[in-house]
């Protein structure tokens, strides 16, 4: 079975920082592109950032460009989104997804729980 877990959400103030991490399990994506959406309260899921399977590419949205980094590591199969300059419209459950496909062209075929995280203005 595979899974998706996300960790590393919180309540931050704003321009604070957050680590998410994603840990996957019951098969690889070492060979996959692996990324990040989020879903704020009464809005619909949105595209944050995804990563090549090599780690060389990443695709992020306009919001997060230049604030978040995602980044890989394939020998422990998890997929990280490091979140800086945190603001109250970051607030969101942030939810992982990997699966086949192009790091341009998300989403992917599985998807995490979800994990939260809220920014205080």
């Known amino acids: 079975q595979v899974q998706l877990v996300e960790s590393g959400g919180g309540l931050v103030q704003a321009g604070g920082s957050l680590r998410l991490s994603c840990a996957a399990s019951g098969r690889t994506f070492s060979s996959n592109p692996m990324g990040w959406f989020r879903q704020a309260p009464g809005k619909e899921r949105e595209f944050v950032a995804t990563?090549?399977?090599?780690?060389?590419?990443?695709y992020y949205a306009d919001s997060v460009k230049g604030r978040f980094t995602i980044s890989r590591d394939n020998a422990k199969n998890t997929v990280y989104l490091q979140m800086n300059s945190l603001k109250p419209e970051d607030t969101a459950v942030y939810y992982c997804?990997?699966?086949?496909?192009?790091?341009?062209?998300?989403?992917?075929?599985?998807w995490g729980q979800g994990t939260q995280v809220t920014v205080s203005s």
């Open positions: 997804n990997a699966g086949r496909g192009s790091f341009k062209k998300p989403p992917y075929d599985y």
């Open positions: 990563i090549s399977w090599t780690g060389g590419n990443t």
